[in-house]
């Protein structure tokens, strides 16, 4: 033991052999107790969901506010508060107030009128389809033996299958959707506890959101603050640069696509009432919710409303899926890149695969959100791969990149592209006739 030196070296490899070996103790902890990990991550979602409600209710509300705040209260209360001395103080806390509550008592009106106007409906719709179902089948029953008259094995072969499938549904409509309806009714009226537990949600969502929206510069402030200190200065501004394409990306395509959306509902509504088109409450809801996923939502709901109709009056049917597919024609080319913009800039290949994904990892949510999410990936990407480019000294533009072949190892310019030659042909030996 004499001759053992103590330095610093060995108290810095034995710290860090400690760490070491206790971060893979804690790792291998929570490898084995995942389960734990993932009640504890539900339980705690539970709990802060009022607050994640009010934090998305607050977003979705901010556009609205500054609206409010620039166009009416800010020069309503300019103009009031003219002559006061507390002008500079009063002007801005009265704006922000009453452009809050407003906001609130805008997002309330469109839920209620919402619910008492397309709820009511789609029950009547819903009940009133699966009551005349039987007269329905039987109406088509009697329009195939019209048609059919002259072909018997043909209407043989459509009778058999149309009963089976009749027979299906009926059985299906009247033992399973009717009492399932009924029995959601009774089970919201039973479970007290959910209830009140989502209506807590919502109040305390709503209360979350007041103060966010009322101070939502502070909390701004407070976030940069914290980013600053734990980052360098290139650092903060390169997050705080990705944190405000992120927020232009999804606020553009949300609050595009829902608008885009709801006006495609409110025209489609009005077309069905025109052409006096059955179930148009119904088919017009259907047509406006899968409208907001691209791509997949108008066919999805164009199919799916045609369905609604057709088994009441095929006419009509046909009817409501010619205006449905001029709606899609009108949004997709006219209405749609008007509203939204370039918020999407991607190709319909990356779209698709953006949607299907999302749907495939976070069904309906991620349908919705997987594009505005890819999006954003997919700049990161581009901008990731511009940057590796510029510091090889090479260029970025995809043109480029068509009509070259390779770089020239030497100069690093790009070589273009050349066709190859024809290959010769070989010029026949003229034949000899035999004499």
């Not at 002007?91 to 509550?101: A, D, E, H, Y």
């Not at 009247?174 to 919201?188: D, H, Y």
């Not at 017009?284 to 045609?306: D, E, K, L, Q, R």
């Not at 510029?390 to 273009?416: A, C, Q």
């Amino acid at each position: 033991m004499r001759n053992f030196r103590w330095d610093k070296k060995y108290l810095y490899w034995g710290v860090t052999a400690f760490l070491v070996i206790a971060a893979a103790i804690v790792f291998f902890q929570i490898i084995s107790n995942l389960s734990w990990l993932g009640v504890a991550l539900k339980r705690l979602l539970e709990i802060l969901s009022p607050f994640i409600w009010g934090l998305v209710i607050a977003y979705l509300l901010y556009p609205l506010l500054r609206i409010y705040s620039r166009n009416v209260f800010a020069p309503l209360f300019l103009a009031l508060l003219r002559n006061s001395p507390k002008k500079d103080k009063l002007q801005p806390k009265l704006t922000r107030g009453f452009s809050v509550f407003l906001c609130i008592i805008s997002l309330i009106l469109l839920l209620v009128g919402l619910g008492m106007l397309v709820v009511p409906q789609l029950y009547l719709s819903i009940e009133r389809l699966v009551v005349n179902s039987s007269a329905y089948i039987s109406r088509a029953d009697e329009w195939i033996q019209r048609t059919l008259t002259d072909y018997p094995e043909i209407e043989a072969t459509i009778r058999g299958a149309f009963g089976d499938l009749s027979e299906g549904i009926v059985k299906w409509a009247t033992n399973n959707l009717l009492p399932e309806m009924k029995g959601l009714l009774g089970s919201v009226a039973s479970n007290v506890y959910n209830v009140f537990r989502g209506i807590y949600n919502i109040i305390i969502g709503v209360v979350v959101s007041v103060y966010v929206l009322y101070d939502m510069e502070g909390f701004s402030a407070h976030c940069k603050k914290l980013l600053y200190c734990i980052f360098s200065l290139e650092a903060s501004e390169e997050i705080l640069k990705s944190v405000r394409f992120i927020n232009q990306v999804f606020m553009s395509y949300l609050s595009g696509k829902l608008l885009d959306s709801l006006i495609i509902g409110v025209i489609c509504y009005v077309g069905c009432l025109i052409f006096r088109i059955p179930y148009a409450i119904l088919a017009s809801s259907v047509v406006a919710v899968s409208n907001v996923i691209p791509f997949f939502g108008p066919v999805i709901g164009g199919v799916i409303g045609t369905l609604f109709i057709l088994i009441e009056n095929p006419f009509r049917a046909l009817i409501f899926g010619v205006w449905v597919i001029l709606l899609q024609q009108f949004d997709g080319n006219v209405l749609g890149p008007r509203i939204l913009g370039n918020s999407v800039g991607i190709k319909g290949f990356w779209i698709m695969f953006s949607i299907i994904l999302g749907a495939g990892l976070f069904s309906f949510a991620g349908m919705l959100l997987g594009v505005p999410v890819f999006v954003v990936l997919y700049a990161f990407l581009r901008s990731l791969v511009n940057r590796k480019l510029k510091r090889s000294d090479l260029p970025i533009e995809p043109e480029i990149y068509v009509e070259m072949d390779r770089f020239d190892p030497k100069t690093g310019e790009p070589i273009p592209k050349t066709e190859p030659a024809p290959p010769e042909k070989k010029q026949r030996k003229p034949l000899l006739r035999r004499k």
